[in-house]
């Protein structure tokens, strides 16, 4: 007789696990609710150490600013610098 009284608990227990779907996607969360969607490192055809002039926009405000890129098969860095050249971010 117990066992049938621990039945329902049991079912309960079993149905309540539900399976996450798992997203390998790397990203980089720039604010609360924006984040920046890494590509493959493998991907990059020829490796670079350079400077990069880069736009981002965000809320409807374009910006613009220096970067140095050190991009290779096995890492992505960048240091982000503003006009006067003083650092502003980093991402690794």
């Known amino acids: 007789m117990k066992p049938l009284l621990f039945f ?3 079912v309960a227990c079993i149905l309540s696990c539900a399976s996450v779907a798992r ?3 790397l990203y980089v969360d720039l604010t609360d609710s924006s984040k920046f ?3 493959p490192t ?3 055809e020829r490796a670079m150490d350079m400077a990069q002039y880069m ?3 965000f809320r409807g405000q374009n910006y613009f600013f220096n970067a140095w890129v050190i991009a290779n098969e096995s890492k992505i860095e960048m240091t ?3 006009e006067m050249g003083a650092s502003i971010g980093e991402l690794s």
């Open 80 to 82: 982000f610098f503003n």
């Open 42 to 44: 493998g991907g990059i």
């Open 55 to 57: 736009s981002a926009e």
């Open 23 to 25: 997203n390998d996607t």
């Open 8 to 10: 329902p608990v049991y």
């Open 37 to 39: 969607v890494l590509l």
